[in-house]
DNA sequence: CAACATACCTTACACCACAAGGTAACGAAA
DNA sequence: TTTCGTTACCTTGTGGTGTAAGGTATGTTG
């Protein structure tokens, strides 16, 4: 039975995430869903029906550009690239995270603080 | 202007705050909203609307008990207490946020490391 | 041939915060 | 008295989001 993340974490960590995954250079969809599970040594894990709507929402919103690409064995990928307006909102989200963070820990390392 | 925390943020981060502000001893949520306050250092602020069915939800899947107290003033207050349930709820809350947590400082970290 | 991995996409459903509104009582100020 | 701010609770309509389940298509392995 793998570990479960609550929708509600998911939804909360999905924007950084991808974000952050990208100002390490291009990826797609497929990559993506794969380094997240890599860089949580496999605690978490996507379903892709959640990641590519959130890649088209990031695209939307101008945070990441897309190109299709053809590999050399015939498969269509769209790789995603991260925009300045994408790697101000990272900044803001990586804050927002921090903040969360840094409450729940109070709440957790003191009682009352 | 007052930071403002993203919805998905605080839908992540209500559950396992207010079980864990409930690990201090009874409180109700008049107070549970200051304490946010006071413990992200006035950087996370709730709006009641959300908290009060976050209580209810906590209250019916048996994770808090709550109990109606009058105050000497003449005023009515829910006073909730934390259940073993609840207990075993914020530990799994807090695994599931630290794997996600583990996973963004690894992403922030060293891009594709 | 079947099965699995790669690689993308969409829809119906339930859930949740937000905004805005409501109810009620206290204390202080006008 | 009236008004205002605070305390203290609650509910509804709206929009956004993951989940579950389905689809399309290609390459590789058994």
Chains 1, 2 share one sequence.
Do not use: C, F, N
């Amino acid at each position: 039975m793998k570990k479960r993340v609550y929708k509600e974490l998911v939804a909360a960590s999905s924007r950084p995430m991808v974000l952050s995954i990208l100002t390490g250079g291009e990826s797609y969809g497929y990559e993506i869903l794969k380094q997240v599970k890599l860089l949580s040594g496999g605690e978490v894990e996507w379903s892709d029906g959640m990641l590519y709507p959130v890649l088209h929402r990031l695209e939307r919103d101008g945070m990441i550009t897309g190109r299709w690409q053809l590999t050399e064995e015939g498969r269509r990928r769209k790789y995603y690239r991260l925009t300045d307006r994408g790697k101000g909102q990272l900044a803001r989200d990586r804050e927002g995270w921090m903040a969360v963070h840094g409450a729940l820990q109070s709440s957790w390392g003191g009682g009352r603080a």
